[in-house]
């Protein structure tokens, strides 16, 4: 079953727009909420993660906005541009000794010069 | 990155073939992943290994097994290939106990069962 559901599947903007990507996840057990950049060609890198003690982070342009209650996160990059297009996988994990994530379906962005 | 490397990265067999894809690590960590990666999917992952000794099966393993012959070094087997095996395979790496720890991802192997 997907505990981690990701929308959109792909996703278009122009340069300079704001790019939002959604995740709902379903167990309340998990705690740590990264969210992964893959370019074609290479394997996914960690772009940004949160816990659930706080509302939101930002790094850059990158935030990520969490809200525990209806058990949602999302992705916003600000001023988005051309090399932003890739593609984007939240994911969830639980605490402990465990290391395993939970992946999205994962969001195709292409951001239009 | 080189970090974490995969062998071969690319591979076209015929359904009922045995092949192994290979990774490698060069960051030291205990830790190893195996995810098969489909469209509209995401990330799967098929096995993971904690220590030499600690191997476990993921979400999805049937059709799978795997190897770890040291901290460096973790194989995924198909023992008789079939069509619907073919995917984009990564490895991955992290350390630390927290489960909250950062992984190191390979460059993948497309994989193609004809």
């Known amino acids: 079953q997907q505990q981690v559901k990701q929308s959109p599947q792909s996703l278009i903007v122009q340069k300079g727009g704001i790019s939002i990507i959604n995740c709902a996840y379903e167990n309340t057990a998990f705690d740590y909420f990264p969210w992964y950049q893959q370019f074609p060609g290479k394997g996914p890198a960690l772009l940004i993660a949160i816990r659930p003690d706080v509302s939101e982070k930002k790094e850059g342009r990158f935030t990520i906005s969490f809200n525990k209650s209806a058990k949602q996160f999302s992705l916003h990059i600000m001023d988005s541009q051309p090399g932003d297009s890739a593609t984007y996988f939240c994911a969830a994990s639980f605490s402990g000794n465990t290391g395993k994530l939970i992946f999205g379906q994962g969001t195709t962005l292409q951001v239009k010069p | 990155d080189a970090d974490v490397t995969q062998t071969p990265r690319n591979r076209i067999t015929k359904t009922g073939k045995r092949i192994m894809l290979e990774c490698s690590q060069t960051?030291?960590?205990?830790?190893m992943y195996w995810y098969r990666q489909d469209p509209g999917l995401g990330l799967r992952l098929i096995y993971y290994s904690f220590d030499v000794k600690d191997i476990n099966k993921g979400e999805i393993s049937d059709g799978y097994s795997v190897s770890r012959q040291a901290q460096a070094k973790f194989s995924l087997s198909l023992e008789s290939a079939i069509p619907n095996q073919t995917a984009l395979y990564f490895c991955?790496?992290?350390?630390?106990?927290?489960?909250?720890?950062?992984?190191?991802f390979g460059p993948g192997t497309r994989l193609l069962v004809l």
């Open positions: 960051k030291g960590h205990d830790r």
């Open positions: 991955a790496t992290s350390d630390g106990t927290s489960g909250q720890e950062t992984q190191y």
